[in-house]
């Protein structure tokens, strides 16, 4: 597919930004469209395909009680810190290879800063 030019020009000046403060509520839409098909994001509720988010920056990876994680997300050892995050949702499969999350990654990096922000506020 080609991006007519100047689609494909907005979307490099995006990339080459320099980092802007992360937007929470930015990141909380972004989250209800690519991630909330599988996540809660509360402590306690029907569980989803994945494991609840509340809580999640700065746990430990693999820690959500009663979640069946894969054994590669089980060994991966990880602390979900904002950089770590910050580089899983970028290619989750690289990170966590043979992880069961089925999603592609967020390649614009403002997404993926305002998508951490909104992470950061589920406590
Ligand atoms: C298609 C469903 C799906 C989508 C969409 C999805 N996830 Fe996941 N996610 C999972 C599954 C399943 C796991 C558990 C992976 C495993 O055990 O290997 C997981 C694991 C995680 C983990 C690790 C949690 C832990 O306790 O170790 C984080 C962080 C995460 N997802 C964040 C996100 C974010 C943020 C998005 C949106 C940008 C997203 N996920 C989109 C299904 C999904």
């Not at 980092?19 to 809660?40: P, T, V, Y």
């Not at 994001?41 to 569980?47: D, I, K, S």
């Not at 290879?97 to 997404?111: H, K, L, Q, S, V």
Request: some cysteine.
């Amino acid at each position: 597919m080609k991006l007519p030019l100047a689609a494909a020009f907005l979307a490099f000046a995006a990339y080459a930004a320099p980092a802007q403060a992360a937007d929470a509520a930015a990141g909380e839409a972004a989250f209800k469209r690519l991630c909330a098909a599988c996540h809660i994001v509360t402590a306690e509720g029907r569980r989803g395909v994945g494991p609840t988010l509340f809580g999640v920056v700065g746990r430990h990876s693999g820690k959500v009680e009663g979640f069946r994680y894969s054994a590669a997300n089980q060994k991966a050892d990880l602390v979900w810190t904002p950089e770590v995050l910050d580089k899983y949702l970028t290619n989750p499969r690289e990170v966590v290879p043979g992880t069961t999350m089925a999603f592609a990654g967020i390649r614009n990096e403002t997404e993926r800063a305002n998508v951490i922000a909104y992470l950061a506020t589920l406590k």
